[in-house]
Nanobody
């Protein structure tokens, strides 16, 4: 198992910001794909942002493009998700994921949950006024 521990969730008003963190331990997080997913109550888990940690290349779901920023600090072994201009529809549990396969594609492939084999426990984000 590869522990992935998320933090940074919370309750914010629409228009606010949050920065989620995912600490990776016992795993060479460099050179492997990582991603953030979210799951709203009653809905399927959806990929929102992914990064190729070897190149820094990123890809975002259309619903979050321009508002979410994914980045990785290899020294701190931490994956981040900066979320700005939060909307009520951003509410959900956010999960960090990592893949042991060195395959990253700028596209929906790397936002598909089936391509990730390590998951964190999730952190809750609630957006309401």
């Amino acid at each position: 198992q590869v522990p992935l521990v998320e933090s940074g969730g919370g309750s914010v008003q629409p228009g606010g910001s949050l920065k989620l963190s995912c600490v990776v331990s016992g795993y060479a997080s460099s050179n492997y794909p990582m991603a953030w997913f979210r799951q709203a109550p009653g809905k399927e888990r959806e990929g929102v942002a992914t990064i190729d940690t070897s190149s820094g290349s990123t890809y975002y779901a259309n619903s979050v493009k321009g508002r979410f920023t994914i980045f990785h600090d290899s020294g701190e072994k931490t994956l981040y998700l900066q979320i700005d201009t939060l909307k009520p529809e951003d509410t959900g549990t956010y999960y960090c994921a990592a893949s042991s396969r060195k395959v990253w594609v700028r596209g929906q492939y790397s936002l598909s949950a089936k391509n990730y084999n390590y998951w964190g426990q999730g952190t809750q984000v609630t957006v309401s006024s």
